[in-house]
T-cell receptor, first 114, second 112 residues
Framework: EAEVAQSPRYKITEKSQAVAFWCDPI?????LYWYRQILGQGPELLVQ????????DSQLPKDRFSAERLKGVDSTLKIQPAELGDSAMYLC????????????FGPGTRLTVL | GQQLNQSPQSMFIQEGEDVSMNCTSS?????WLWYKQDPGEGPVLLIA?????ELTSNGRLTAQFGITRKDSFLNISASIPSDVGIYFC????????????FGQGTELSVKP
């Protein structure tokens, strides 16, 4: 069964350090999403890619967060420097395209910033 | 950020009972999705709804797209222990670029 892959599953870091998360979407899915989920809340969109292009990054804190999808397949989300408030679950999702509304999520990366 | 109003926040039920939860929004959505999330895992898609009034089933789960396009409902019949988890509704509207807006979740506990 096709799945969205994410790594690492867990990451503990100290504030001011840099962290990076990786996502490999379901094969053939052109649209890739990064969400952040704070404990007790629903996921919130950080950035959306269509192939290698950013479609929506309006909620991405661009002073410290960056995301790329260079070849339009896998993607990396980076935080530099990490802050205490960045502790959350970072979820990657993919869909066939923006008009295909069914988004499938990976297992997530649980980030703890100390 | 913008979120949907999902209720109830939590439910404690006996195995075998039916469950109902709902989601409301102040704005219209073109698509409603329902997800289940287990602790430490990503959300798993349960049901997708695309038309106002649509009623869709997936096993013991049934969801409806409200006529006003501002709400959706999820029912679980004859609950079992593995139904435990957090259920999220998510709405999508074309004038927001297609991104999903999530509710706060309903935490379901099932007592055997």
């Amino acid at each position: 069964e096709a799945e969205v892959a994410q790594s690492p599953r867990y990451k503990i870091t100290e504030k001011s350090q840099a962290v990076a998360f990786w996502c490999d979407p379901i094969s053939g899915h052109a649209t890739l999403y990064w969400y952040r989920q704070i404990l007790g809340q629903g996921p919130e969109l950080l950035v959306q890619f269509q192939d290698e292009s950013v479609v929506d990054d309006s909620q991405l804190p661009k002073d410290r967060f960056s995301a790329e999808r260079l070849k339009g397949v896998d993607s990396t989300l980076k935080i530099q420097p990490a802050e205490l408030g960045d502790s959350a679950m970072y979820l990657c999702a993919s869909s066939f395209g923006p008009e295909y509304n069914e988004q499938f999520f990976g297992p997530g990366t649980r980030l703890t910033v100390l | 950020g913008q979120q949907l109003n999902q209720s109830p926040q939590s439910m404690f039920i006996q195995e075998g009972e039916d469950v109902s939860m709902n989601c409301t929004s102040s704005s219209i959505f073109n698509t409603w999705l329902w997800y289940k999330q287990d602790p430490g895992e990503g959300p798993v898609l349960l049901i997708a709804l695309y038309k106002a009034g649509e009623l869709t089933s997936n096993g013991r789960l049934t969801a409806q797209f409200g006529i006003t396009r501002k709400d959706s409902f999820l029912n679980i019949s004859a609950s079992i222990p593995s139904d435990v988890g957090i259920y999220f509704c998510a709405g999508q509207s074309y004038n927001q670029g297609g991104k999903l807006i999530f509710g706060q979740g309903t935490e379901l506990s099932v007592k055997p």
